[in-house]
């Protein structure tokens, strides 16, 4: 291999590869992915097998840690997580702060950054694995809470505080749907989609918010500071944000008469901004194995609780338009995990804006495997070079000579 290090400061040279397109940033064993053969495997185990068989809890372990964990290994992690679902009542006034119909992803950016304010060990440069790992626990404990409060807030419904008798999603959605007075009826459909939908989203090697997340941590950043940057770079409409905009489309295109070839017309128009979202990756050229299980997911989940959603009529065609048109067979542009998943969403009761925060919940074990491998590899701080553009030398004009 060539070493590129060497070579630069050699010769001055330097690759040039706008959005990473080809460029490898790190070595990583923690996830694995083949665009070609639409191939996902989290630390060697396919995904298919492990949305089928695991919780989201065990393969958040798997991420983190290497490994499926033991009974007595999970019944640990889960419990050290459970003695740590409680925020700072101090933290609830951020709440108050907020305007009620402020965005989800947003308070969660900042909420999740705060938690450094609250827990200042994690500042430490060099925390032992025990400090690394408790800072870890609290993470991924917290958040679980945070994201429900945050969806109580938008409805202007009491806060209700976790229970430690649930496991992690079954608490997440007792804070989420329970009442404060009644006992949470647990609905196994509920459960189970929930386990399936997070663990499809909990890692996709280097993508845009897990090389933030990696970007910022290679400071040696806090891990709360390094997540939240990562959550803001899901947010946009290009990467996580597309689950949101897929079911606000997927509307528009209802309301509109359900003309699927108009706006199938639309995104191919490259005079028309529009662009057929939940369409695309920059990996896979074949298909996202994530949304062909979300797919099949999407019909059993939405008859197991009886619900009859047009919109999936609406995504089903979009699909199946795009599967013979040229431009998109061309572009190898399929569905990606983002094209089914809003309308499952939906149909266990979440509003559209939370849907980015529910795949911030999912892809939290990755981020921090992520963040993890990348101390524990001791990696450098990243620091991309660029090709200059600009002026190259000019004459300062005093202000009052600039005309
Ligand atoms: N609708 C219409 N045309 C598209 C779409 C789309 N969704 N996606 C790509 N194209 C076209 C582009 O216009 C371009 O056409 P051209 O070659 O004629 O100029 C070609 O396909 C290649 O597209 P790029 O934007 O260069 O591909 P890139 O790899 O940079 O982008 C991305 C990938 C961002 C996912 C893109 O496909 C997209 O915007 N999709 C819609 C948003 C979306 O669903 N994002 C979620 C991705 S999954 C995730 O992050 C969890």
């Known amino acids: 291999a060539i070493d590129i290090a060497k070579l630069r400061d050699q010769t001055g040279f330097i690759t040039l590869d706008t ?186 090697e280097q993508n845009c918010s897990a090389s933030t997340v990696r970007m910022v941590g290679s400071s040696d950043c806090n891990l709360y500071a390094s997540i939240s940057a990562g959550i803001a770079a899901l947010w946009g409409p290009l990467h996580g944000g597309a689950n949101q905009a897929v079911i606000e489309m997927l509307e528009l295109i209802k309301e509109d008469g359900g003309d699927t070839e108009k706006w199938i017309n639309k995104a191919k128009d490259k005079n028309d901004p529009f662009r057929m979202m939940g369409f695309g990756h920059r990996v896979y050229k074949n298909f996202d194995p994530r949304a062909k299980i979300i797919k099949k997911a999407c019909d059993d989940i939405l008859e197991n609780l009886g619900i009859d959603d047009p919109v999936l009529e609406i995504a089903k065609k979009l699909e199946e338009a795009a599967l013979t048109d040229q431009y998109f067979i061309d572009r190898k542009l399929y569905p990606n995990v983002d094209f089914y998943s809003g309308i499952i969403y939906r149909a266990l009761g979440f509003p559209s804006e939370m849907f980015t925060v529910l795949f911030a919940l999912g892809r939290l074990p990755g981020w921090i495997a992520q963040w993890k491998e990348m101390h524990e590899n001791k990696e450098p701080i990243n620091r991309p070079r660029q090709i200059y553009v600009g002026h190259k030398d000019r004459e300062f004009v005093p202000i009052s000579s600039r005309g």
């Not at 640990?76 to 907020?98: A, C, P, R, V, W």
């Open 19 to 204: 959005g990473y397109k080809n460029t490898g940033s790190t070595k990583s064993a923690v996830t694995f992915l083949d665009g070609e053969e639409g191939i996902l495997k989290y630390r060697g185990y396919a995904i298919e097998e492990l949305a089928e068989k695991s919780s989201f809890l065990e393969v958040a372990y798997l991420l983190i840690y290497g490994d499926l964990p033991k009974q007595a290994e999970l019944d640990k992690f889960q419990n050290d997580i459970s003695m740590h679902t409680l925020i700072h009542e101090d933290m609830k006034k951020f709440f108050d702060g907020y305007p009620s119909k402020s965005h989800p992803m947003a308070q969660l950016i900042s909420l999740v950054c705060s938690l450094s304010t609250f827990y200042p060990e994690c500042l430490k440069s060099h925390q032992t694995p025990e400090e690394k790992d408790l800072t870890i626990i609290k993470l991924m404990a917290k958040m679980t809470t945070l994201v429900a409060f945050i969806y109580k807030k938008s409805l202007g419904h009491p806060l209700i505080y976790p229970k430690n008798k649930y496991d992690y999603v079954t608490n997440y959605l007792w804070m989420t749907f329970g009442q404060r007075t009644e006992d949470y009826e647990v609905n196994p459909v509920v459960v189970s989609a929930m386990n399936k939908l997070l663990i499809l989203h909990a890692d996709h």
